[in-house]
């Protein structure tokens, strides 16, 4: 897996004599209490549920979050958040909602489905549309169990997962590509994929914009694949594709699909990128900084200016190099020992790589001008690092000084007064970081960091499943 994750799609199909042994989905199956009929499954799966509402990725207190969601805790699923009920036209190739109050583009409150929009998805399933609904992890606990397992062998916080159940000659959502890694694993018929080449070098990123409806396959190289049931499809983030119920084709499959994707949205402390600036972040922390009444010496300003500064710096990096936009995969666990020790040494070569880099192409005087054109035009300098902000917030050793306008307003005045001096510091720092920064420790900080966010999602999964439990 190794030499396709985030590099190329891969298929691993499965014998029949494979189901019987080891079937991950089998007590998920089961759950689902299917006598053969699509009306029963779609019964069984959309009967009882409640909206599951997306938390901040950098949110670590889950009484924040409850507090902030407490009147709404326990309401009907909502359209688009918790379910889609969609179709994909073959002449125009765009995509249409069988609810139609849905209008994406200027729809401002909630379209929450009442008991009879659910029994309404029998009928939609009869005239070829796809019944998905999303956050399976947070309503069944055999998914969130094979979902926090992925979770753990990726070394990622979570993974989310969808269920879609596709009519037979129909295809669902249309060629698009995802922010995020997913896994299609096809429980019950049978599906045609199609996975173009990726259009460009640089991994997408999570939330992001996308326009993967957009994309121009007609010269892009493709591949096609047919899932049957126990096949698992991997598609890298970036890659365009779509799918369809195959058509006049013979196989004894059933005609209609039901497949699950498990998706690894590589959230932004956890790319190369934010490991980078999270090791920078804990390095400039060894240096014992001052609490904010005392910051008032110029070497100190010049220091912590310029440590923000090789954020900005690292940032400007990124936008360009697909490297830094890779996933890190050290603190992946759940591995044999020999395939860890190979991964360890493969992340140990990328970081360093990353770190030759900062050392040789951050340039004093174009991270300048990129934080001058950025607060010209009213823009957070720092905005690809919010989540590094939120946490430094909570750490009582920095005392306030990571209020953002205290930084541009020394920035201004250092850039007016001490020039030549903020360069220094600037080379200063980017020098002894590169020469200092140790990779056991970014392995150490990384899993404590990861294990910081993995807990308010665990506190949330196990919430949602006690509370459809009960339902």
Sequence with gaps: MSNYWEVS???????????????????????????????????STLQGLVSCF?????????????????????????????????????QSRKETHYFQDFHPDCLKEPLYLTTEDVLKCEQAYKEGYTVALRGLEFRYPSIAAIADTLALMFGQPSVGANLYLTPPNSQGLARHFDDHCVFVCQIFGSKKWTVYSRPGQLLPRLYGNLCGSDVDCTKAGRSEFFLREGDVLYIPRGFPHEACTNYGVNDGSPGFSLHLTLSIEVEPPFEWEGVVHFALHCWSENWKRPCCDAINSLSQKLVLVSVDLLHVAIGIISTSDPSFRKACLTAAVSLPGDVYNKLIQNQRKTFFDLIDKIRNECKFSEVLSNVEVAIQKNKDPFEQIRWLWVLSMKNEANNGYTDKSFIIEDLCSLCAKHKDKLESAFLKVKSRFCSEVVFDDIVTSNMILLQKYKKTRRQYINGMLSLHDKL
Aim: aromatic share 8%; charged share 20%; proline share 6%.
């Design 9 to 43: 799609p891969f298929l691993l199909t499965r014998t029949l004599e494979d189901l019987k042994v080891n079937d991950i989905f089998n007590t998920f199956i089961q759950s689902l209490n299917w006598n053969g009929s699509v009306p029963s499954l779609l019964h």
């Design 54 to 90: 997306p938390i901040a990725s950098e949110e670590q207190n889950i009484l924040n979050f409850l507090n902030e969601v407490k009147d709404r805790l326990g309401c009907p699923i909502i359209y688009q958040q918790d379910i889609r009920v969609v179709k994909t036209e073959s």
